[in-house]
């Protein structure tokens, strides 16, 4: 029901958790928090069928290692969870 109006993407933390991921014909699998071997072999499993998100644990300097499993989009939580505010009001 809801695939036919809108994308459904699924968390995933282990790899049985993205065998039901993909028998439930999401439409993209964030791979969470898993380890560089586990994500490629989820990319492996899920192949063609779905897309898949690598998020949780993304440093600067881990990004050419997640990307080389082969995931399509790779996600930066500390972008939104680790931000300092900074008052810059105009006011006097």
Known sequence: MWGDTYRIEVEAR????????LDS???RIML????????KEAVRMVGETAETEAS?????????SIADTGVNFISVGG????VTAFD????K
């Open 14 to 21: 282990t790899l049985e958790e993205v065998r039901v991921a």
């Open 25 to 27: 014909a999401a439409d």
């Open 32 to 39: 969470d928090n898993m380890s560089l071997r586990m994500m």
């Open 56 to 64: 949780g644990n993304v440093t600067i300097e881990r990004l050419p």
């Open 79 to 82: 972008l939104t969870h680790t």
């Open 88 to 91: 810059f009001s105009l006011r």
